[in-house]
């Protein structure tokens, strides 16, 4: 069973409303967030999802899932997707198919680049600045894997898992066209200072690594959403790590929303 967490209060313990409706504001859209989804369809059946309403979007931070094997079956659940009546959006993560991903036609959408997957399902790529319900959103997948040489040796490993040098002057170039001032920040991974909190394994430092721990000290933000981790806390004050709870990013004030 998965929760709605409407905030997350003080650092790493969840606070948890009994009664979701009594902030939802009538008329008024919404962003939620989640985590790694791993192409699992009952993600989507869960009660928590149904305070999703038409009109608001969610936003997955990474591991989306259902463009792995191109099968029949994965087509059948991109079109129930689809009849979704809210946004899905999501990064990339390091266990996507880019064969795939990038099969799908480029457009504009919010005043960033995406793959259009479907009506309401996008990939946000990487390096792009968002508009959604007024939030200015800087999006950024991709990570590496730790489990590499399995995956290459299964055939099911690709080097676009890592971003490159040209995407991340891109994410920087978009950066500067709002003064480095977002609302929120999407990625898979964290910035190293964030994981080291939680998880002090070993792991070779990349130029993602780096690039995101730049980020998190030039950029200023609200709240950054990642996924990779597996975890539902918050880790820092501006920190959330998200997996499988739906996550409001912002509580709006007024009536309920029915």
């Not at 463009?67 to 129930?80: I, V």
């Not at 920040?185 to 998880?199: C, F, S, Y």
């Not at 709240?223 to 739906?246: C, E, M, P, Q």
Request: proline letters at 3%; one cysteine or more; glycine letters at 8%.
């Amino acid at each position: 069973m998965y929760t709605i967490l409407p905030y997350l209060s003080g650092k790493g313990k969840l606070k948890i409303y009994d009664n979701y409706n009594s902030f939802l504001t009538g008329g008024i859209e919404m962003i939620f967030i989640t985590g790694d989804m791993h192409g699992l369809m009952e993600r989507f059946q869960d009660s928590a999802f149904r305070h999703i309403k038409k009109g608001d979007t969610l936003i997955i931070c990474g591991d989306f899932g259902f463009l792995w094997e191109g099968t029949e079956e994965e087509k059948k659940a991109l079109k129930k997707l689809e009849k979704k009546k809210y946004e899905i959006l999501f990064v990339d993560g390091i266990h996507e198919n880019f064969d795939l991903l990038e099969s799908y036609p480029e457009e504009e959408y919010a005043g960033g680049r995406v793959h259009r997957i479907g009506t309401n399902l996008r990939h946000l790529m990487r390096g792009e600045l968002f508009t959604i319900e007024g939030k200015k959103i800087f999006a950024f997948g991709g990570g590496e894997s730790i489990e590499k040489e399995d995956r290459v040796k299964a055939g099911k490993w690709w080097e676009r898992e890592m971003p490159t040098l040209e995407e991340m002057q891109h994410g920087v170039d978009r950066l500067d066209e709002v003064d480095r001032r977002v609302d929120y920040i999407v990625t898979h991974e964290p910035p190293t200072r964030v994981r080291t909190i939680i998880d002090n394994t070993l792991r070779n430092f990349n130029m993602l690594d780096a690039y995101l721990d730049e980020l998190s000290t030039k950029v200023a933000y609200e709240k950054w959403f990642f996924g990779s981790l597996h975890l539902d806390r918050k880790i820092t004050a501006k920190s959330y790590a998200v997996f499988n709870d739906l996550v409001p990013a912002e509580i709006p004030q007024g009536k309920r929303r029915r």
